[in-house]
């Protein structure tokens, strides 16, 4: 009887007899129940309470839609499975994505004040926010407009959202003119901060449930998003989470390939911040992928275009989503260019001449001692180069990567190198590296080390002597701010690895049994080697096998490596058997390696 083998359990399940090509999205919720109970305790524990809804509900009807849970094979989880109820881990989850939400507003009560005699500490007690700094340092609570009357070091988008909420503030407390008193601009900056939490919840719950879309095999793990520590506490600092969402939005729309959509949102994301330009920079490595493997650099068994029968298909779609982008962007900033093109410029003549500033590589080492001159052209290098080298990797990788894979090193390296890293910043990492790393021990350290860094960067500018090791602050180096910074871009650093060892070994993805058919890839044909000639095997009766195939008598030093384990095609125990092969036929791979199957026995 045909078996799959699922990659996690290694529990035989039964396949749906469809014929030759079906694949895990074919396998029914029934069937992937099987197996469920291996795995970690607390994997086994929150298993049930996946589908609480239909258990509680007795039979299903004939038109019912079972929700995805557990660890079931669903739909290509990682690139945009859909759902098609509210159920009960969504309640759950929606729930406590609220409750951190509160949690962040919450820790804001002891930097807001009634009146400007009783003062604050903001670094102190570690609510600083950046919405009620600028609403009454920029003159935003005399009626000063954005754009209008005051620079702003925000991209064009963020700009228009904190005049929306300025404007929405006029109109729910005193309008903002010089005559205000000092107490009233103090009341309306309050209500200001509450505009803002109001809009940017709405934002986090857009991306809570992307993660759920995109993480349908997973549920559980979309609470590392949902009650994530870096929420609590980095939500409130600046806009960013609009930016997210909107990146979030174009990237869940291009794991669909609905391109033109894609590119709409990312443009605007791109408008709001600037890091989703670097993440359309990796799409572009995925959309050059199957015609680099296909013309330039082709393997020895080549993936066929990843799934699609022209390589051309992906660049095309890319085409359009660059196309939309570019459009949303400009469509975005022309209002400043005709009106305003100076205050439009000031945010890129900024970040242009911007040196060594908070959290940064660049600043750490500046505060142990160790100068860097030039800092923007090392950074500038150092980027090239591990962009070269993810591009590279897309390329060469065995299986095509996930989208978030490379979304994720892509951010992380513009993180890592950037002239300055502010608590908020963790909010651009948070949901690509759910989606990049599905397992709790990364999603631990990860929310470790930023916490680690949060503390010690409010320490450092309240002057603590903490981050001295000493009591005489005048004397020393705030050493272990800098010992956060390093310890931040160390697990960062280790989490790329991961991510990079998840894309050359596939095997070791958790979620790369769902893209569809299991393919096992040959080597790498290096472009400045020989293709070897195809030689007589015994075992075939002397007829020439090409080069890279695996004849049924193939030995370990013969099989293909897929995930860093060596897969012998002649042994039938643990192999997966396609359905609708009959004994002794031919079996071929997408990029026509062929190999006789043997019987399951």
């Known amino acids: 009887m045909p078996l799959f083998v699922r990659e996690e359990d290694q529990a035989p399940v039964e396949a749906p007899a469809q014929g030759p090509g079906v694949t895990w999205r074919d396998v029914p919720v029934a069937v992937a129940d099987v197996g469920r109970g291996s795995g970690s305790a607390l994997r086994r524990f929150l298993g049930p309470f996946a589908d609480l809804d239909r258990r509680r509900g007795g039979v299903e009807g004939a038109h019912a839609r079972r929700p995805t849970s557990g660890r079931s094979p669903v739909p290509a989880s990682g690139e945009g499975g859909r759902r098609h109820r509210f159920t009960v881990d969504a309640l759950l989850v929606f729930g406590l994505a609220t409750l951190t939400w509160l949690i962040s507003m919450a820790r804001q009560d002891r930097c807001r004040f009634t009146d400007v005699a009783q003062g604050g500490a903001p670094y102190h007690w570690m609510c600083y926010t950046d919405l009620i700094a600028l609403y009454r340092a920029r003159g935003l609570a005399t009626g000063s407009g954005i754009y209008r009357d005051i620079d702003w070091e925000y991209p064009a988008l963020s700009g228009y959202f904190a ?37 940017l919840f709405v934002c986090f719950l857009v991306i ?10 997973r549920p559980w793990l979309v609470l590392a998003v949902a009650c994530s520590p ?25 794991s669909r390939k609905q391109s033109v959509m894609a590119g709409i949102w990312l443009g605007l994301a791109i408008a709001a911040k600037f890091y989703p330009l670097v993440i359309l920079g990796g799409l572009a490595a995925l959309a050059l992928r199957p015609v680099v493997r296909t013309y330039i650099w082709p393997a020895r068994a080549p993936v066929k275009a990843d799934g699609e029968a022209d390589p051309w298909v992906e660049l095309v779609r890319f085409g359009r ?32 001449n ?79 590296v759910v989606w990049a790393l599905p397992r709790w021990p990364e999603q631990v350290a990860f929310a470790l080390a930023e916490l680690l860094y949060y503390f010690a960067i409010w320490l450092h500018l309240d002057s603590s002597p903490w981050v001295y090791f000493r009591t005489d602050v005048a004397q020393g180096q705030p050493l272990a701010y800098v010992l956060s910074i390093l310890v931040r871009i160390g697990v960062t650093w280790w989490l790329m690895g991961i991510v990079a060892r998840d ?25 400045w080697r020989r293709p070897a000639q195809p030689t007589a095997s015994p075992s075939s009766g002397g007829e020439a096998v090409e080069p890279g195939a ?52």
């Not at 040196?355 to 940064?360: C, H, I, N, R």
């Open 163 to 199: 005049e929306w909420t300025r404007r929405l503030t006029d109109f729910l407390g005193v309008p903002g003119n010089p005559d205000l008193t000092p107490n009233q601009q103090l009341a309306n900056s309050n209500i200001y901060l509450a505009v803002n939490a109001t809009l």
């Open 208 to 217: 809570v449930a992307i993660e759920r879309e995109l993480l349908v095999d």
């Open 230 to 254: 870096a929420v609590m506490t980095a939500a409130l600092i600046n806009w960013d989470l609009f930016a997210v969402a909107l990146t979030m939005l174009g990237l869940l729309a291009h």
């Open 321 to 352: 989503l660059a196309v939309a982008a570019g459009a949303a962007w400009f469509a975005a900033n022309l209002p400043l260019l005709v009106t305003k093109s100076e205050r439009w410029s000031y945010f890129y003549t900024f970040n242009k």
């Open 354 to 432: 911007r040196g060594p500033d908070l959290g940064s590589l660049w600043y750490g080492l500046n505060l142990a001692g160790f100068p860097t001159p030039s800092a923007q052209k090392w950074a500038l290098l150092f980027m090239i180069l591990c962009y070269a080298g993810i591009a590279l990797l897309v390329v060469l990788a065995p299986t095509k990567p996930r989208i978030g894979q490379v979304a994720f090193l892509c951010v992380a390296v513009m993180v890592t190198f950037n002239m300055v890293y502010s608590p908020q910043y963790v909010l651009w990492t948070l949901p690509l």
């Open 503 to 527: 894309i050359w070994w596939p095997g070791r993805d958790p979620l790369s049994r769902e893209r569809g058919e299991l393919v096992i890839p040959g080597p790498i044909g290096w472009p």
């Open 550 to 601: 695996v004849d049924d008598a193939g030995s370990a030093d013969e099989a293909a490596d897929f995930g860093g384990v060596a897969v012998e095609v002649a042994e039938p125990v643990g192999v997966a058997e396609p359905v609708g092969v009959e004994s002794g036929e031919e079996l071929k791979s997408p990029g026509g390696t062929a190999a006789t199957k043997q019987s399951d026995g």
